[in-house]
Nanobody, 125 residues
Framework: QVHLVESGGGLVQVGGSLRLSCAAS????????LAWFRQTPGNEREFVAA????????NYRDSVKGRFSISRDDSANILYLQMNNLTSDDTADYYC??????????????????WGQGTQVTVSS
């Protein structure tokens, strides 16, 4: 069992930055693939970035490549998402998720067993 709690969301202007955090409790955090998804009202939850376990690498959706960076601190059980050069299209609720499956490509929400409650990111112009 893994319990996830996101923080760090808020209101930021276009071009600004935010760092999201996801604190995890539970066993074997280092053996989970961790990811960030986001969702806007009326739309499906979409993949943003993933970090595989055991040196499994990272993966990003095309629209955030070069702007977002996912990292994890397994000693502290924390997942991060550094978001730079934000645009209005990044406005969404952001969720962290954990999965035992080591795959980091073609990820969909159903691949993940555990979810946080979400944190809201609003990018204003």
């Amino acid at each position: 069992q893994v319990h996830l709690v996101e923080s760090g969301g808020g209101l930021v202007q276009v071009g600004g930055s935010l760092r999201l955090s996801c604190a995890a409790s539970g066993r074997s955090f280092s053996r989970y693939t961790l990811a960030w998804f986001r969702q806007t009202p009326g739309n499906e939850r979409e993949f943003v970035a993933a970090y595989g376990w055991g040196g499994g690498g990272t993966n990003y959706r095309d629209s955030v490549k070069g702007r977002f960076s996912i990292s994890r601190d397994d000693s502290a059980n924390i997942l991060y998402l550094q978001m730079n050069n934000l645009t209005s299209d990044d406005t969404a609720d952001y969720y962290c998720a954990a999965a035992r499956n080591p795959r980091i490509t073609d990820l969909i929400p159903d691949d993940f067993e555990y979810w946080g409650q979400g944190t809201q990111v609003t990018v204003s112009s």
